[in-house]
């Protein structure tokens, strides 16, 4: 019955991100493929931005960067460089539901970035897109603190710390495996890349 299915945009994959419903590799993988192969070719953009955070998540980057490309490539027009909301250039256009999809897949997908109810989570894979060496995400705000990002392919991530809210009481305490503190202005924070960083108000 199933494969007879045609659907128009991502719905299972969204358990995996950005509900991050627990489940297994194997589970996701299947997922993943199962409905790749059943969405129809010309949905919307923002499909493929969250089969390219799946993938990522899963190590496979061939996936992710075919998916990635796939969130963008087809739907966005000259002269402008705006989305629409098909392929063929039919429906919204300025389509910010797959200009979402496609940030989406840059801070939460290539960035690592995952937001929790009580804290934050950093994790790159340091895999980045179109052969990049380094990716900067600036002003990431959380908790009213503004952090930069900075990931170098294959090797570190960088966490710095541009401005604090000065109007907090609770400073922003992080963890990485061993490695605990208080965040403090300017303070920068070097890990490899796939290990886990996490940042929440201190308790």
Same mark, same amino acid.
């Given at each position: 019955?199933?494969?007879?299915?045609?659907?128009?945009?991502?719905?299972?994959?969204?358990?995996?991100?950005?509900?991050?419903?627990?489940?297994?590799?194997?589970?996701?993988?299947?997922?993943?493929?199962?409905?790749?192969?059943?969405?129809?070719?010309?949905?919307?953009?923002?499909?493929?931005?969250?089969?390219?955070?799946?993938?990522?998540?899963?190590?496979?980057?061939?996936?992710?960067?075919?998916?990635?490309?796939?969130?963008? !490539?087809?739907?966005?027009?000259?002269?402008?460089?705006?989305?629409?909301?098909?392929?063929?250039?039919?429906?919204?256009?300025?389509?910010?539901?797959?200009?979402?999809?496609?940030?989406? !897949?840059?801070?939460?997908?290539?960035?690592?970035?995952?937001?929790?109810?009580?804290?934050?989570?950093?994790?790159?894979?340091?895999?980045?897109?179109?052969?990049?060496?380094?990716?900067?995400?600036?002003?990431?705000?959380?908790?009213?603190?503004?952090?930069?990002?900075?990931?170098? !392919?294959?090797?570190?991530?960088?966490?710095?710390?541009?401005?604090?809210?000065?109007?907090?009481?609770?400073?922003?305490?992080?963890?990485?495996?061993?490695?605990?503190?208080?965040?403090?202005?300017?303070?920068?924070?070097?890990?490899?890349?796939?290990?886990?960083?996490?940042?929440?108000?201190?308790?």
């Amino acid at each position: 019955m199933l494969d007879k299915t045609i659907i128009k945009q991502a719905d299972v994959v969204l358990l995996g991100y950005p509900l991050m419903w627990s489940m297994s590799d194997d589970i996701r993988r299947n997922n993943l493929l199962t409905y790749e192969r059943l969405t129809r070719a010309d949905g919307p953009a923002m499909t493929w931005s969250m089969h390219s955070i799946g993938f990522l998540d899963l190590n496979d980057y061939e996936k992710a960067d075919s998916n990635f490309q796939r969130s963008y !490539a087809s739907y966005v027009r000259a002269p402008f460089n705006v989305w629409t909301e098909t392929q063929s250039g039919i429906g919204a256009v300025n389509f910010l539901t797959g200009i979402g999809g496609f940030l989406q !897949a840059v801070v939460f997908g290539y960035g690592g970035l995952r937001l929790k109810i009580d804290q934050i989570e950093i994790k790159p894979t340091g895999h980045l897109p179109n052969q990049a060496t380094k990716f900067v995400l600036y002003g990431i705000k959380y908790q009213g603190d503004i952090l930069d990002l900075t990931i170098n !392919a294959n090797s570190t991530y960088e966490i710095f710390v541009r401005e604090q809210n000065p109007n907090s009481t609770v400073p922003l305490a992080y963890q990485h495996g061993q490695d605990r503190g208080i965040l403090k202005l300017n303070d920068r924070l070097s890990y490899p890349i796939n290990t886990l960083l996490i940042i929440r108000p201190s308790p």
